[in-house]
């Protein structure tokens, strides 16, 4: 399976702020994704990071808040933009491998974020 | 995308075997049924993927009926270490990928 690493592995953050998160992978794969995971709660996906274009953002999530990079098919981040204490999550970067017909969803370890 | 159902909550002890349905109704014929694990403070792990009928690996059996409307999640002999939470997805097919929505999980418990 493909793996997957994200720097940082954590941050602490003050208001205001922003944060760029980085999310490597060690083979070349066509679609990546960047989920939120706030505490207690299951995972959400914020966008699907594009190869050479602009993101796909999901409903309640904007360019300006998460603006998101994927200049080529081994890395992409994103960035948390003017921070508040409800963008503390964990946010994960996700990426898809394909063998033959079948199509399997790995993910990174995550950026624990803190902001105070 | 299609909406899965699963128990938010299970208990088992060390040494059972612990088996987690997961309900989706609205199966599309590309989809197909991935199950992850994840613990505190990591991300998701993928534990086992299939289409149709049965598929085991090392870590799990998957069972999938005919009418692929449900599909159970077998972990044999469970340790303590099994405690995580577990989630069933649908999507995911070459030629049109769907991503990944997530619900709520199933929180297992393995007691000694």
């Known amino acids: 399976s493909a793996v997957i690493s994200q720097k940082p592995s954590r941050d602490i953050c003050q208001r205001g702020t922003s944060l760029t998160i980085q999310c490597q992978v060690d083979?070349?794969?066509?679609?990546m994704f960047w989920y939120r995971q706030q505490p207690g709660q299951s995972l959400t996906l914020i966008a699907t990071?594009?190869?050479?274009?602009?993101?796909?953002?999901e409903s309640g999530f904007v360019i300006d808040k998460f603006p998101i990079s994927r200049p080529n098919l081994t890395f992409s981040t994103l960035t948390v933009s003017n921070m508040s204490p409800e963008d503390s999550s964990i946010y994960l970067c996700s990426v898809v491998e394909v063998t033959g017909y079948q199509e399997t969803q790995y993910f990174g370890p995550g950026t624990r974020l803190l902001v105070l | 995308l299609a909406k899965t159902t699963q128990p938010i909550s299970m208990d088992s002890y060390e040494g059972q075997e612990v088996n987690i349905t997961c309900s989706h109704n609205n199966i599309a014929t590309n989809d197909y049924i991935t199950w992850y694990q994840q613990f505190p403070s990591q991300g998701p792990r993928f534990i086992i993927q299939g289409y149709k009928t049965k598929v085991t690996n090392e870590v799990a059996s998957l069972f999938i009926p005919a009418d692929r409307k449900s599909s159970t999640l077998s972990l044999p002999r469970v340790s303590l270490s099994d405690t995580a939470v577990y989630y069933c997805?649908?999507?995911?097919?070459?030629?049109?990928?769907?991503?990944?929505?997530f619900g709520a999980g199933t929180r297992l418990a393995v007691h000694p």
């Open positions: 990071a594009n190869q050479g274009s602009e993101a796909t953002y």
């Open positions: 083979s070349q794969v066509t679609m």
């Open positions: 997805l649908v999507g995911g097919l070459s030629g049109g990928y769907n991503k990944l929505i």
